[in-house]
Protein backbone atom coordinates (compact mmCIF):
# COMPACT_ATOMS: atom_id res chain seq x y z
CA UNK A 1 0.00 0.00 0.00
CA UNK A 2 1.63 3.32 -0.96
CA UNK A 3 0.85 5.66 1.50
CA UNK A 4 0.34 9.36 0.66
CA UNK A 5 0.62 11.94 3.32
CA UNK A 6 -1.72 15.35 3.24
CA UNK A 7 0.08 18.55 2.11
CA UNK A 8 -1.34 22.29 2.85
CA UNK A 9 -1.80 24.58 -0.21
CA UNK A 10 0.83 27.22 0.74
CA UNK A 11 4.11 23.89 0.37
CA UNK A 12 2.13 22.88 -3.26
CA UNK A 13 2.88 26.55 -4.34
CA UNK A 14 6.65 25.58 -4.07
CA UNK A 15 6.37 22.20 -5.91
CA UNK A 16 7.90 21.54 -9.54
CA UNK A 17 7.04 19.36 -11.59
CA UNK A 18 8.38 16.28 -10.46
CA UNK A 19 7.53 17.07 -6.71
CA UNK A 20 3.76 17.71 -7.99
CA UNK A 21 3.24 14.50 -9.77
CA UNK A 22 5.02 12.58 -6.78
CA UNK A 23 2.20 13.74 -4.16
CA UNK A 24 -0.67 14.02 -6.08
CA UNK A 25 -0.47 11.77 -8.95
CA UNK A 26 -0.10 7.90 -9.48
CA UNK A 27 0.96 6.57 -12.73
CA UNK A 28 0.20 3.14 -12.39
CA UNK A 29 -3.10 1.47 -10.72
CA UNK A 30 -3.84 -1.37 -12.86
CA UNK A 31 -0.76 -3.59 -12.44
CA UNK A 32 -1.94 -7.24 -13.89
CA UNK A 33 -2.43 -10.06 -11.22
CA UNK A 34 -1.90 -7.78 -8.25
CA UNK A 35 -4.11 -5.45 -5.94
CA UNK A 36 -2.59 -1.51 -6.29
CA UNK A 37 -3.68 0.50 -3.50
CA UNK A 38 -3.10 3.88 -2.28
CA UNK A 39 -3.90 5.49 1.27
CA UNK A 40 -3.93 9.18 1.13
CA UNK A 41 -3.98 11.28 4.66
CA UNK A 42 -6.33 13.52 3.19
CA UNK A 43 -9.98 12.37 4.48
CA UNK A 44 -8.10 8.38 4.66
CA UNK A 45 -9.56 7.89 1.12
CA UNK A 46 -8.04 4.04 -0.01
CA UNK A 47 -8.11 4.00 -3.73
CA UNK A 48 -6.41 1.75 -6.43
CA UNK A 49 -6.86 -0.93 -9.15
CA UNK A 50 -7.22 -4.83 -8.66
CA UNK A 51 -6.57 -6.66 -11.77
CA UNK A 52 -7.15 -10.83 -11.49
CA UNK A 53 -5.51 -12.66 -13.81
CA UNK A 54 -4.46 -16.34 -12.99
CA UNK A 55 -5.90 -16.68 -9.58
CA UNK A 56 -8.45 -14.98 -7.14
CA UNK A 57 -7.18 -11.96 -5.46
CA UNK A 58 -8.43 -11.42 -2.03
CA UNK A 59 -8.69 -7.83 -0.53
CA UNK A 60 -7.61 -8.19 2.82
CA UNK A 61 -6.83 -6.38 6.36
CA UNK A 62 -3.13 -4.80 6.49
CA UNK A 63 -0.71 -3.44 8.94
CA UNK A 64 -1.68 -0.11 7.60
CA UNK A 65 -5.36 -0.34 8.68
CA UNK A 66 -4.65 -2.11 12.28
CA UNK A 67 -7.55 -4.51 11.45
CA UNK A 68 -8.22 -8.13 10.88
CA UNK A 69 -10.34 -7.58 7.49
CA UNK A 70 -10.07 -4.58 5.30
CA UNK A 71 -14.00 -3.64 5.56
CA UNK A 72 -13.73 -3.66 9.55
CA UNK A 73 -14.33 0.12 9.73
CA UNK A 74 -14.46 0.68 5.74
CA UNK A 75 -16.96 0.69 2.69
CA UNK A 76 -16.26 0.05 -0.67
CA UNK A 77 -17.33 1.27 -4.22
CA UNK A 78 -15.68 -0.69 -7.09
CA UNK A 79 -16.14 -0.10 -10.77
CA UNK A 80 -14.88 -2.90 -13.39
CA UNK A 81 -13.23 -0.72 -16.66
CA UNK A 82 -11.92 -3.75 -18.26
CA UNK A 83 -13.35 -7.14 -19.10
CA UNK A 84 -16.09 -9.32 -18.04
CA UNK A 85 -15.60 -10.52 -13.88
CA UNK A 86 -16.96 -11.19 -10.40
CA UNK A 87 -16.47 -9.92 -7.25
CA UNK A 88 -17.53 -12.38 -4.45
CA UNK A 89 -18.93 -10.98 -0.67
CA UNK A 90 -19.20 -13.59 2.15
CA UNK A 91 -19.38 -16.03 -0.45
CA UNK A 92 -22.19 -14.37 -2.79
CA UNK A 93 -21.34 -13.90 -5.98
CA UNK A 94 -21.58 -10.23 -8.04
CA UNK A 95 -20.65 -10.66 -11.85
CA UNK A 96 -19.60 -7.11 -12.83
CA UNK A 97 -18.89 -6.83 -16.48
CA UNK A 98 -17.35 -3.34 -18.03
CA UNK A 99 -18.90 -0.42 -16.41
CA UNK A 100 -20.72 -1.95 -13.69
CA UNK A 101 -20.08 -1.00 -10.38
CA UNK A 102 -21.15 -2.65 -6.72
CA UNK A 103 -21.20 -0.60 -3.25
CA UNK A 104 -20.40 -2.81 -0.25
CA UNK A 105 -21.08 -1.89 3.13
CA UNK A 106 -18.97 -1.87 6.26
CA UNK A 107 -18.57 -5.66 7.88
CA UNK A 108 -18.01 -7.75 5.11
CA UNK A 109 -15.11 -9.93 5.18
CA UNK A 110 -13.83 -11.96 2.63
CA UNK A 111 -13.74 -10.12 -0.72
CA UNK A 112 -12.40 -12.08 -4.08
CA UNK A 113 -11.79 -10.62 -7.17
CA UNK A 114 -12.22 -12.79 -10.58
CA UNK A 115 -11.89 -12.50 -14.22
CA UNK A 116 -13.63 -14.50 -16.69
CA UNK A 117 -11.11 -14.57 -19.23
CA UNK A 118 -7.16 -13.74 -17.81
CA UNK A 119 -6.19 -12.74 -21.54
CA UNK A 120 -8.43 -10.16 -21.12
CA UNK A 121 -8.95 -9.59 -17.25
CA UNK A 122 -10.80 -7.66 -15.53
CA UNK A 123 -9.83 -3.93 -14.60
CA UNK A 124 -11.62 -3.23 -10.79
CA UNK A 125 -11.20 0.21 -9.63
CA UNK A 126 -11.87 0.69 -6.23
CA UNK A 127 -12.93 3.53 -3.62
CA UNK A 128 -13.05 3.30 -0.09
CA UNK A 129 -13.97 5.66 2.90
CA UNK A 130 -14.54 5.01 6.57
CA UNK A 131 -17.71 3.86 7.83
CA UNK A 132 -19.20 4.76 11.06
CA UNK A 133 -22.37 2.21 10.19
CA UNK A 134 -23.75 -0.88 7.70
CA UNK A 135 -25.50 -0.28 4.60
CA UNK A 136 -26.82 -2.50 2.05
CA UNK A 137 -24.50 -3.65 -0.89
CA UNK A 138 -25.81 -3.03 -3.90
CA UNK A 139 -24.88 -3.92 -7.74
CA UNK A 140 -24.98 -0.90 -10.02
CA UNK A 141 -25.25 -1.03 -13.62
CA UNK A 142 -24.73 1.81 -16.27
CA UNK A 143 -28.18 1.75 -16.78
CA UNK A 144 -28.53 2.64 -12.86
CA UNK A 145 -26.74 4.95 -12.43
CA UNK A 146 -28.30 8.22 -11.70
CA UNK A 147 -27.93 10.31 -14.78
CA UNK A 148 -27.36 14.02 -15.55
CA UNK A 149 -26.68 15.24 -18.44
CA UNK A 150 -24.55 18.34 -18.61
CA UNK A 151 -22.56 20.73 -21.00
CA UNK A 152 -22.55 22.22 -24.36
CA UNK A 153 -21.29 21.82 -28.28
CA UNK A 154 -20.00 25.47 -27.95
CA UNK A 155 -18.62 24.88 -24.73
CA UNK A 156 -16.50 21.89 -25.47
CA UNK A 157 -17.80 20.54 -22.45
CA UNK A 158 -20.89 17.99 -23.46
CA UNK A 159 -21.03 15.14 -21.01
CA UNK A 160 -23.13 12.90 -18.69
CA UNK A 161 -22.19 12.14 -14.84
CA UNK A 162 -23.12 8.77 -14.21
CA UNK A 163 -23.79 8.78 -10.52
CA UNK A 164 -23.00 5.18 -8.69
CA UNK A 165 -22.66 5.45 -4.88
CA UNK A 166 -25.00 8.20 -4.81
CA UNK A 167 -28.10 9.33 -2.64
CA UNK A 168 -29.99 8.91 -5.80
CA UNK A 169 -29.12 5.38 -5.94
CA UNK A 170 -27.91 3.56 -2.63
CA UNK A 171 -27.02 4.68 0.58
CA UNK A 172 -23.14 5.34 2.08
CA UNK A 173 -21.53 6.91 5.19
CA UNK A 174 -20.00 9.22 3.25
CA UNK A 175 -18.32 7.86 -0.04
CA UNK A 176 -19.85 9.15 -3.16
CA UNK A 177 -18.61 7.57 -6.83
CA UNK A 178 -19.40 8.10 -10.32
CA UNK A 179 -18.24 8.20 -14.11
CA UNK A 180 -18.16 10.99 -16.16
CA UNK A 181 -18.31 10.64 -19.76
CA UNK A 182 -17.27 13.08 -22.50
CA UNK A 183 -19.20 13.11 -25.60
CA UNK A 184 -17.15 13.42 -29.03
CA UNK A 185 -15.58 16.92 -29.87
CA UNK A 186 -15.93 17.80 -26.03
CA UNK A 187 -12.63 18.18 -23.54
CA UNK A 188 -13.39 19.81 -20.93
CA UNK A 189 -14.41 17.97 -17.28
CA UNK A 190 -15.34 21.05 -15.23
CA UNK A 191 -15.83 24.73 -16.35
CA UNK A 192 -16.29 26.78 -14.58
CA UNK A 193 -14.25 25.28 -12.24
CA UNK A 194 -14.99 25.10 -8.31
CA UNK A 195 -13.84 23.82 -4.87
CA UNK A 196 -15.67 22.04 -2.46
CA UNK A 197 -13.93 22.61 0.87
CA UNK A 198 -16.13 19.54 2.46
CA UNK A 199 -14.92 17.21 0.16
CA UNK A 200 -11.91 15.48 -1.40
CA UNK A 201 -11.80 13.52 -4.72
CA UNK A 202 -9.90 11.90 -6.38
CA UNK A 203 -9.81 11.40 -10.41
CA UNK A 204 -9.31 8.58 -12.77
CA UNK A 205 -8.37 9.16 -16.43
CA UNK A 206 -9.26 6.22 -18.98
CA UNK A 207 -10.75 5.70 -22.57
CA UNK A 208 -7.68 7.49 -23.98
CA UNK A 209 -5.23 6.32 -26.50
CA UNK A 210 -1.53 6.57 -26.01
CA UNK A 211 -1.13 9.81 -27.99
CA UNK A 212 -3.94 11.65 -25.77
CA UNK A 213 -3.60 13.61 -22.36
CA UNK A 214 -5.40 14.91 -19.85
CA UNK A 215 -3.97 18.13 -18.60
CA UNK A 216 -5.25 18.38 -15.36
CA UNK A 217 -5.30 21.37 -13.35
CA UNK A 218 -5.36 22.01 -9.39
CA UNK A 219 -3.88 24.34 -6.97
CA UNK A 220 -5.61 27.41 -4.89
CA UNK A 221 -8.11 29.08 -7.55
CA UNK A 222 -5.36 32.19 -7.65
CA UNK A 223 -2.36 29.75 -7.78
CA UNK A 224 -3.07 26.98 -10.26
CA UNK A 225 -1.27 23.89 -11.13
CA UNK A 226 -1.67 21.57 -13.92
CA UNK A 227 -0.50 17.54 -14.01
CA UNK A 228 -0.36 16.15 -17.58
CA UNK A 229 -2.28 12.87 -17.46
CA UNK A 230 -1.87 9.65 -19.71
CA UNK A 231 -4.38 6.59 -19.85
CA UNK A 232 -5.40 4.81 -16.62
CA UNK A 233 -3.99 7.20 -14.12
CA UNK A 234 -5.20 8.75 -10.85
CA UNK A 235 -4.75 12.32 -9.43
CA UNK A 236 -5.43 13.43 -5.73
CA UNK A 237 -7.34 16.60 -5.06
CA UNK A 238 -7.53 18.17 -2.00
CA UNK A 239 -10.55 19.98 -0.80
CA UNK A 240 -8.96 23.18 -1.45
CA UNK A 241 -7.87 22.28 -4.74
CA UNK A 242 -9.96 23.05 -7.92
CA UNK A 243 -10.51 20.22 -10.09
CA UNK A 244 -10.91 20.57 -13.65
CA UNK A 245 -9.20 19.11 -16.51
CA UNK A 246 -8.96 19.69 -20.52
CA UNK A 247 -8.21 16.72 -23.20
CA UNK A 248 -6.91 16.39 -26.53
CA UNK A 249 -9.73 14.20 -27.54
CA UNK A 250 -13.32 13.24 -25.20
CA UNK A 251 -11.85 11.00 -22.59
CA UNK A 252 -13.76 9.23 -19.91
CA UNK A 253 -13.16 9.69 -15.66
CA UNK A 254 -14.55 8.29 -12.46
CA UNK A 255 -14.78 10.63 -9.72
CA UNK A 256 -15.10 9.42 -5.74
CA UNK A 257 -15.82 11.76 -3.38
CA UNK A 258 -14.85 11.80 0.75
CA UNK A 259 -15.43 13.90 3.46
CA UNK A 260 -17.83 15.85 5.11
CA UNK A 261 -21.36 15.50 3.70
CA UNK A 262 -22.24 13.74 0.16
CA UNK A 263 -24.12 16.59 -1.34
CA UNK A 264 -22.98 16.35 -5.20
CA UNK A 265 -24.12 20.37 -5.57
CA UNK A 266 -22.51 21.81 -2.14
CA UNK A 267 -19.41 23.65 -4.29
CA UNK A 268 -18.13 27.07 -4.63
CA UNK A 269 -18.20 27.79 -8.18
CA UNK A 270 -15.17 29.81 -9.49
CA UNK A 271 -15.76 31.90 -11.93
CA UNK A 272 -12.99 31.63 -14.90
CA UNK A 273 -12.18 35.21 -15.02
CA UNK A 274 -10.55 34.82 -11.70
CA UNK A 275 -8.01 32.07 -12.06
CA UNK A 276 -4.45 32.76 -12.05
Known amino acids: MDIRYASHLDD????????????????????????????????????????????????????????????????????????????????????????????????????????????????????????????????????????VHCGSDEECNKRTINQYVHPAVCESCQLAMGMTILEPGSIWNTMPCHTHDRRMEVYLYFNMDEDNVVFHLMGAPDETRHIVMKNEQAVISPSWSIHSGVGTKNYTFIWGMVGENKTFTDMDEILTKNLK
Open 12 to 147: VKKYDTEELRKKFMVENVFVEGEISLIYSHIDRIIFGGVVPTKKTLYLEGSKELACEYFLERRELGVINIGGAGAITLDGKRYELASKDGIYVGMGVKKIAFESADEKHPAKFYINSATAHKTYPTVKISLEKANK
